[in-house]
């Protein structure tokens, strides 16, 4: 059973660039969080997603910033017009549907912007 | 005020000591309780669940005081492979809240 896979592991864009941050969660979850950390900082909540629906946005910031789980495919995090601020670690984590509450999460996409 | 408050730290400890790491939190509804491990750069791993009995898996010993709202998690025998940062991390229905983590370097 494969992890939690996100790609790309790292991805270099220039200002006002779009950056398309990819999830596959582990097989039979069908919960996904995206969390941003900055260097030297803690995980921060972005979005809480299940299949075809957006349960929780409260982190994520109102403008450039979108996401969706579609019914295929993975979840994908979507940062338009980037800035120097947008440079940091953004994991995304899954959880099953029901038993085992606990997370598990992707290597982590480390997005830099130039 | 924050949903999960840890010391920073960071926790300077030489081989072999006992460590204990601290957490609050801020909402009593929420439910399950976890301590992930995250090495420098790399992602969160799940390290134990907690539970209000308190519960041990080899040198990690972790407790729950749901009156208190109180997490810790104690390490014995510390090794330099347990450096890393420590994030406690609760769980309210389907969101999960992180605290900030604490950091622990294991000197040799």
């Known amino acids: 059973n494969a992890g939690v896979m996100q790609n790309p592991r790292h991805l270099v864009r220039r200002r006002g660039q779009e950056a398309r941050l990819r999830c596959s969660p582990m097989?039979?979850?069908?919960?996904v969080y995206w969390y941003r950390q900055l260097p030297e900082e803690g995980l921060k909540f972005m979005v809480y997603?299940?299949?075809?629906?957006?349960?929780?946005e409260s982190g994520m910031p109102k403008e450039r910033f979108s996401a969706e789980f579609p019914k295929e495919g993975p979840s994908i995090l979507r940062i338009q017009q980037v800035v120097r601020g947008d440079s940091a670690a953004y994991f995304c984590?899954?959880?099953?549907?029901?038993?085992?509450?606990?997370?598990?999460f992707g290597q982590g996409t480390r997005l830099t912007v130039v | 005020r924050k949903e999960v408050e840890q010391d920073p730290g960071p926790f300077n400890v030489p081989e072999g000591a006992t460590v204990a790491f601290n957490c609050t939190y801020s909402?009593?509804?929420?439910?399950?309780f976890f301590w992930y491990r995250q090495d420098c750069r790399k992602e969160p791993k799940l390290l134990m669940s907690?539970?209000?009995s308190g519960n041990e898996d080899g040198r990690f010993t972790a407790q729950l005081n749901r009156a208190s709202q109180y997490i810790s998690l104690l390490i014995r025998d510390s090794k330099l492979s347990d450096s890393a940062t420590y994030l406690c991390?609760?769980?309210?229905?389907?969101?999960?809240?992180f605290g900030t983590g604490t950091s622990l370097t294991v000197i040799p």
């Open positions: 984590a899954s959880s099953p549907r029901a038993g085992g509450p606990e997370a598990f």
């Open positions: 097989k039979g979850h069908s919960h």
């Open positions: 997603l299940q299949k075809e629906n957006i349960i929780d």
């Open positions: 909402n009593s509804a929420s439910q399950s």
């Open positions: 907690v539970y209000s």
């Open positions: 991390v609760v769980k309210r229905g389907n969101q999960f809240y």
